[in-house]
C-alpha cells in the first residue's frame, strides 16, 4: 500500500487526534504502542494508523500505570 508522505501530521496535530499531551504521546512511541516515523529528524505520523481503537485512552493508560507504580 501506499502511503504518500504528503498525509503524514506532526506531533501537535497527532496529539490533537488522540486527545493526549505530547508527553504521553512521547511514551508511546517509546513503547512502541503509537507509530510514529523519522523523516529528515522530524517525527511524522499516519493519521489513518492514529484511529487504530488501541491508542483511545492512551493518557489514562499511562495516568494508571504511573499510579501503579507510584504505590
Given amino acids: 500500500m501506499n502511503h504518500p508522505v504528503d498525509n503524514l501530521i506532526g506531533p501537535a496535530e497527532a496529539c ?36 487504530h481503537p488501541a491508542l483511545t485512552g492512551l493518557d489514562e493508560h499511562y495516568r494508571a500505570r504511573d499510579e501503579h507504580f507510584a504505590a
Fill in 16 to 51: 490533537q487526534m488522540l486527545g493526549v499531551n505530547q508527553h504521553s504521546l512521547l511514551r508511546g512511541i517509546n513503547d512502541g504502542i503509537v507509530p510514529a516515523y523519522s523523516i529528515g529528524g522530524a517525527v511524522r505520523f499516519r493519521p489513518s494508523e492514529l484511529r
